[in-house]
């Protein structure tokens, strides 16, 4: 029997994608990937096990039409997770079977060794016993602290998996941070987001090649599967600030905000994490997390602030 307090017993027709006599899918509305989706038997049951033969046959007949239809789009999965949470100690927070199908993409974590074994972190990558790598159902701390416990690229990464628009403002930008962020920008690019990266030439520290990179990068997401060049589907745009040309109004250029903004909202991060592959990995830098849904007021100031400088 439907639950009316069940959100799977009762969904909203438009965000249903494909069905069937006795399941439907909808995309997760809160995804870990794009394209992540959900595959739903009508019959509110809570587990696999409840499910009847006939029930899972049609979760799993659209599983796999869907997973074909996610790897003829854009931007082409490079493999999937597919899974289910069954009882609250698996983590199932909604009381209705439900499949999960997230696709994933090179480049999406550092290391995907383990897979779904990272439903416990500490005992996931086989491969490095001892490495226990942030969870992803832990509420995200206010302060990114950086070094090898807390990387802000590991903060960086889910959100510009998902990201609309990706606004980088560093007071430097160096090849080896670019060479860091290339795959996940270009596959943002892919998708269709629009990237900006505002720059200086404060020190000299920002390098050419590491411009010359970035540019590059709109050129490379718009080469087809066939090597032929097409239309970009993304944009992605590079200022640098000449600090000679601020020398009435500043005598530095010295500022470092990232925001992230997609479907789900946005995120900011304002700190000291300039683009460089320290500043993403193992140094020390702190970056102060702003969420949109969390604090909108402050979100919309520093996003605002951005687009005058830019």
Request: net charge neutral.
């Given at each position: 029997?439907?639950?009316?307090?069940?959100?799977?017993?009762?969904?909203?027709?438009?965000?249903?994608?494909?069905?069937?006599?006795?399941?439907?899918?909808?995309?997760?509305?809160?995804?870990?990937?794009?394209?992540?989706?959900?595959?739903?038997?009508?019959?509110?049951?809570?587990?696999?096990?409840?499910?009847?033969?006939?029930?899972?046959?049609?979760?799993?007949?659209?599983?796999?039409?869907?997973?074909?239809?996610?790897?003829?789009?854009?931007?082409?999965?490079?493999?999937?997770?597919?899974?289910?949470?069954?009882?609250?100690?698996?983590?199932?927070?909604?009381?209705?079977?439900?499949l999960h199908l997230?696709?994933?993409?090179?480049?999406?974590?550092?290391?995907?060794?383990?897979?779904?074994?990272?439903?416990?972190?500490?005992?996931?990558?086989?491969?490095?016993?001892?490495?226990?790598?942030?969870?992803?159902?832990?509420?995200?701390?206010?302060?990114?602290?950086?070094?090898?416990?807390?990387?802000?690229?590991?903060?960086?990464?889910?959100?510009?998996?998902?990201?609309?628009?990706?606004?980088?403002?560093?007071?430097?930008?160096?090849?080896?941070?670019?060479?860091?962020?290339?795959?996940?920008?270009?596959?943002?690019?892919?998708?269709?987001?629009?990237?900006?990266?505002?720059?200086?030439?404060?020190?000299?520290?920002?390098?050419?090649?590491?411009?010359?990179?970035?540019?590059?990068?709109?050129?490379?997401?718009?080469?087809?599967?066939?090597?032929?060049?097409?239309?970009?589907?993304?944009?992605?745009?590079?200022?640098?600030?000449?600090?000679?040309?601020?020398?009435?109004?500043?005598?530095?250029?010295?500022?470092?905000?990232?925001?992230?903004?997609?479907?789900?909202?946005?995120?900011?991060?304002?700190?000291?994490?300039?683009?460089?592959?320290?500043?993403?990995?193992?140094?020390?830098?702190?970056?102060?997390?702003?969420?949109?849904?969390?604090?909108?007021?402050?979100?919309?100031e520093v996003a605002?602030?951005?687009?005058?400088?830019?």
């Open positions: 029997m439907d639950d009316p307090r069940c959100p799977f017993c009762s969904p909203d027709p438009a965000r249903i994608i494909a069905r069937t006599e006795l399941a439907y899918a909808i995309r997760d509305g809160f995804p870990v990937n794009p394209g992540h989706t959900l595959v739903i038997p009508w019959r509110h049951v809570a587990s696999w096990t409840d499910a009847t033969l006939a029930e899972r046959a049609d979760i799993m007949a659209l599983a796999d039409r869907l997973q074909q239809d996610l790897g003829a789009g854009t931007p082409k999965p490079d493999g999937y997770n597919i899974g289910i949470n069954i009882g609250r100690a698996a983590g199932q927070t909604v009381l209705h079977l439900h997230i696709p994933r993409f090179h480049g999406d974590v550092d290391d995907p060794a383990g897979g779904v074994r990272f439903v416990i972190p500490e005992r996931g990558n086989y491969r490095t016993p001892g490495h226990i790598p942030r969870s992803s159902s832990q509420r995200e701390p206010a302060l990114v602290t950086g070094g090898a416990t807390d990387p802000f690229l590991a903060h960086l990464r889910p959100l510009i998996g998902a990201a609309d628009k990706v606004d980088i403002l560093a007071a430097f930008v160096q090849q080896s941070g670019v060479a860091r962020v290339r795959p996940l920008l270009r596959s943002a690019l892919l998708r269709g987001a629009h990237v900006r990266v505002l720059t200086g030439d404060y020190l000299h520290i920002t390098q050419s090649q590491a411009l010359r990179s970035l540019l590059d990068l709109e050129r490379s997401a718009c080469v087809q599967d066939d090597g032929e060049l097409g239309e970009p589907r993304g944009s992605l745009h590079v200022r640098v600030v000449e600090l000679a040309s601020l020398r009435e109004v500043a005598r530095t250029f010295h500022p470092k905000t990232w925001v992230l903004q997609g479907a789900g909202g946005g995120v900011a991060f304002v700190g000291s994490s300039n683009l460089s592959n320290a500043a993403l990995t193992d140094g020390i830098e702190w970056n102060l997390r702003l969420e949109q849904a969390r604090d909108p007021v402050a979100f919309a605002t602030r951005w687009d005058e400088l830019w």
